[in-house]
């Protein structure tokens, strides 16, 4: 969908393998921290169809370590932290999926994504390299969690809170939060579901559009236009399944002690 050349694009910054555990096939995100060590894996198995994970009954994650049988204590970084250093003055973006990391890069170059592999975003030791950095979380549109009721936007929303007192420059989109329907959130809809209604290409010419068109007076808005939605370009496009393109474990790949980054 978004030819080889994005495709190249992608896997030049972000590192992804392939693994056979399951049929046909899964995907294998490596996480490499802001010293460019491979400090975690996760393998998940995509619906080729939908492009989302398979949740059919196989088990459809798994961490790399284990499938290799390796021990060790595996410290998880962010995915994507060894794109921090190269562009130390970008915002950042985090999100949950590695895969919405990826997608989101093309659509939001400006910015540094990161991927949390989960809702989990507490970890104090991945926080370290985001000191001094603008962050703006990108929470998945889940329904409420059964035991809490609160939803990923509220939870995160909170966390950002505790972080903004640390001292870190913390926000939280709302943009799914307010615009992904029930039936979204009973899908469990994220960034990358919002964006592939459209092409990359023409949702930056309509960000670009919007930031530079004649606006009516107003206040000024609480959030700065890389987490507003922009209008929406004509005919959107349904998404279709991530490519895996290289397979094979990065070299160098051993058990990490440390839990620096």
């Known amino acids: 969908r978004f030819g080889e050349d994005a495709a190249a694009e992608m896997i030049g910054r972000y590192p992804v393998g392939t693994s056979d555990r399951w049929k046909p096939g ?3 995100f490596w996480y490499l921290d802001t010293s460019n060590r491979v400090r975690y894996g996760k393998a998940i198995q995509y619906d080729p169809d939908t492009g989302k994970r398979d949740r059919s009954g196989q088990v459809g994650a798994m961490a790399a370590h284990t499938l ?5 204590n595996f410290s998880p970084c962010w995915y994507g932290g060894n794109l921090l250093p190269k562009r130390p003055a970008a915002p950042v973006g985090i999100v949950e999926s590695e895969k919405t990391a990826i997608l989101a890069s093309l659509y939001f170059p400006e910015m540094v994504w990161l991927a949390a592999g ?3 975003i507490t970890d104090p030791a991945k926080w370290g390299p985001l000191e001094g950095r603008r962050v703006v979380l990108f929470p998945d549109a889940d329904a409420p969690d059964p035991n809490t009721g609160k939803s990923p936007f ?3 929303s909170e ?21 992904a329907t029930p039936e979204d959130r009973a899908a469990k809809y994220d960034l990358a579901d919002f964006l592939l209604k459209w092409e990359p290409q023409a949702f930056r010419a ?3 559009a919007r930031r530079t068109s004649p606006q009516p007076a107003q206040a000024a808005p609480s959030q700065p236009a890389h987490e507003r939605a922009a209008a929406p370009p004509p005919m959107p496009q349904p ?9 094979g474990v ?6 990490l002690e440390t839990r620096n980054s």
């Open 206 to 208: 309509a960000q670009e």
């Open 159 to 179: 966390h950002a809170e505790r972080l903004r007192k640390l001292g870190y420059n913390v926000t939280v989109s709302d943009l799914l939060e307010t615009n």
């Open 154 to 156: 509220t939870r995160w």
């Open 239 to 247: 998404p279709t399944a991530p490519q895996p393109v290289a397979p």
């Open 250 to 255: 990065p070299s160098g790949w051993q058990p």
């Open 26 to 28: 899964a995907v294998v």
């Open 118 to 120: 989960g809702q989990g």
């Open 68 to 72: 290799l049988k390796l021990s060790g």
